[in-house]
T-cell receptor
Framework: DTGVSQDPRHKITKRGQNVTFRCDPISEHNRLYWYRQTLGQGPEFLTYFQNEAQLEKSRLLSDRFSAERPKGSFSTLEIQRTEQGDSAMYLC????????????FGPGTRLLVL | KNEVEQSPQNLTAQEGEFITINCSYSVGISALHWLQQHPGGGIVSLFMLSSGKKKHGRLIATINIQEKHSSLHITASHPRDSAVYICAVRWRGSNYKLTFGKGTLLTVNP
């Protein structure tokens, strides 16, 4: 399967712990996006990479959040000192360059902070 | 504030019924997406459109740019169509960021 993959699929952690999620985009896609989705809501944009460059970060992404895409391929999203309000589904998507490309979504990582 | 509104929030139908889900947005867009999300989280892109109408199998998506409105229709609905359907827009002037509606939970009973 050459779709977008995310790891882990589920994560339960205690408040105050750090967590890291990984996203592997479709191999030829140079654009990568992170979204967060809470229960009953649509996804919200967190950040966007074009190749290895992080071109935009939402104000939703507090200082406790950091995302990287070191070689322009996979990406990681780290949350430090997790809070209960961080509990959500974290979705990754990728797309190819171009004016009107479709974004392909991964299965998401569901985070529960106790 | 740029907003995307979907209606209804919840929709229950009997198998075979014709389904319509609506999406309205506040300002000009360059593209609108309809997405499907099944329990467990995975999102699948159904359509991307900027004008007119697109059809894929039993699914039809239409958009009226002047009225800032789009509809997703499902003909001959089936229980496997049960999912959350999400409308997302790319605002004019943005070439990547999507703003999503809250989604419509569709349940099709046999």
């Amino acid at each position: 399967d050459t779709g977008v993959s995310q790891d882990p699929r589920h994560k339960i952690t205690k408040r105050g712990q750090n967590v890291t999620f990984r996203c592997d985009p479709i191999s030829e896609h140079n654009r990568l996006y992170w979204y967060r989705q809470t229960l009953g809501q649509g996804p919200e944009f967190l950040t966007y990479f074009q190749n290895e460059a992080q071109l935009e970060k939402s104000r939703l992404l507090s200082d406790r959040f950091s995302a990287e895409r070191p070689k322009g391929s996979f990406s990681t999203l780290e949350i430090q000192r997790t809070e209960q309000g961080d509990s959500a589904m974290y979705l990754c998507a990728s797309s190819s360059a171009g004016g009107r490309e479709t974004q392909y979504f991964g299965p998401g990582t569901r985070l529960l902070v106790l | 504030k740029n907003e995307v509104e979907q209606s209804p929030q919840n929709l229950t139908a009997q198998e075979g019924e014709f389904i319509t889900i609506n999406c309205s947005y506040s300002v000009g867009i360059s593209a609108l997406h309809w997405l499907q999300q099944h329990p467990g989280g995975g999102i699948v892109s159904l359509f991307m459109l900027s004008s007119g109408k697109k059809k894929h199998g039993r699914l039809i998506a239409t958009i009226n740019i002047q009225e800032k409105h789009s509809s997703l229709h499902i003909t001959a609905s089936h229980p496997r169509d049960s999912a959350v359907y999400i409308c997302a827009v790319r605002w004019r002037g943005s070439n990547y960021k999507l703003t999503f509606g809250k989604g419509t939970l569709l349940t099709v009973n046999p």
